[in-house]
């Protein structure tokens, strides 16, 4: 990974931590002083978030933290279940031809389990995509990969609202062991790609589905 990149996932970071907040500004002297390095990787960083949505250009000089709204997210999340039902039909098929039984996803789950022992919801967060980022590793599909990493900013964002994440950081390792356990038995048995996008699209929502006015919600966005 650039330094550009790094530098671009770590504004990002800080965007999900709540370090910079919606309408923040942000400029490349303050964002060097801050991260330690010269004005220019800073730069191009901040021209990728631009072109991702990340940021916003602001009136003067300089650049104005995004504020995701409910279209913006919907749009999100329906390309990430697109996205992401293709990376894990290949996995499973992948898995199964190599008679694996996915165990990388494991690690993540661990480090989800450890950053609950220590109430570390940005660890978690991080955890969580590690985990998502292991099937898109397993499903050898380099195109639709470049597009997942392409959202990956967004869905970390999105993903660090308190809506799209629990407070019970504990449950966040039970949702993913037991996505994992279905996985595992889709390994052992053909599958339709629509069941595997069906618990999919339950795995990724499920903890905005918990949170109080999410029926309203959801009737907002498909009526």
Known sequence: MTLTETIADT?????ATGILKPDERVTEVAMAERIGVSRAPIREALKILHAQGIVTADSG????????????????????LSLEAILLRDAVQYWRENDTA????????????????NGDRAASLEADLSFHQAIAEAAHNQIVATLWSA??????????????????????????????????????QESAPEALRK?????????????????????????
């Open 11 to 15: 504004v990002a970071r800080a965007i």
């Open 61 to 80: 000089r300089g650049f104005r933290v995004a504020a995701f709204d409910d279209a913006t997210i919907a749009k999100v999340l329906e390309v990430r």
């Open 102 to 117: 996915a165990t990388e996803l494991n690690v993540p789950i661990a480090r989800m389990h450890e950053a609950a022992v």
């Open 151 to 188: 959202i990956a900013r967004h869905v970390m964002i999105i993903f660090s609202m308190r809506q799209y994440r629990a407070d019970d950081l504990f449950s966040v390792v039970r949702h993913h062991e037991m996505f994992r356990d279905f996985i595992r038995e889709q390994i052992r």
């Open 199 to 223: 618990e999919l699209e339950n795995h990724l929502l499920q903890i905005s589905r918990m949170q109080p006015g999410h029926a309203a919600r959801g009737r907002e966005q498909t009526g």
